[in-house]
């Protein structure tokens, strides 16, 4: 099991803000962390892109972030952030660290993000 170590997520209202963030615990050969996917309520085996950075170094948004989020990272540290803003009631999910080493994907244990009154 690799060890991604995320943090950030929480309870926010409408409209407001949080910033995930993924590390990499260790120094793993080949292995870089990329990018977020969520898994919302009801979606047992579902995982959703929020956002990513390709094998080419650029950036991948899915369709619902309409401008919302960015995703940045440190190559340096291995490190990949998602901040988020005006979030909406159907944000709310469980966000997941994706990393890839070759051929294989490799996920963190999810933080959940709330977005409610």
């Known amino acids: 099991q690799v060890p991604l ?9 409408p409209g407001g803000s949080l910033t995930l963030s993924c590390a990499v615990s260790g120094s793993i050969f080949g292995l870089f962390v990329r990018g977020w996917y ?5 979606q ?3 995982r959703d892109l929020v956002a990513t950075f390709t094998e080419y170094g650029s950036t991948r948004y899915a369709d619902f972030v309409e401008g919302r989020f960015t995703v940045s990272r440190d190559v340096a540290k291995n490190t990949v952030v998602l901040h988020m803003s005006s979030l909406k009631p159907e944000d709310t999910a469980v966000y997941y ?3 890839k080493q070759g051929l294989n994907d490799y996920w963190g244990q999810g933080t959940q993000v709330t977005v409610s009154a």
């Open 5 to 13: 170590v995320e943090s950030g997520g929480g309870l926010v209202q």
């Open 44 to 46: 047992l085996f579902q």
């Open 38 to 42: 969520r898994q919302a309520p009801g």
């Open 97 to 99: 660290c994706h990393a």
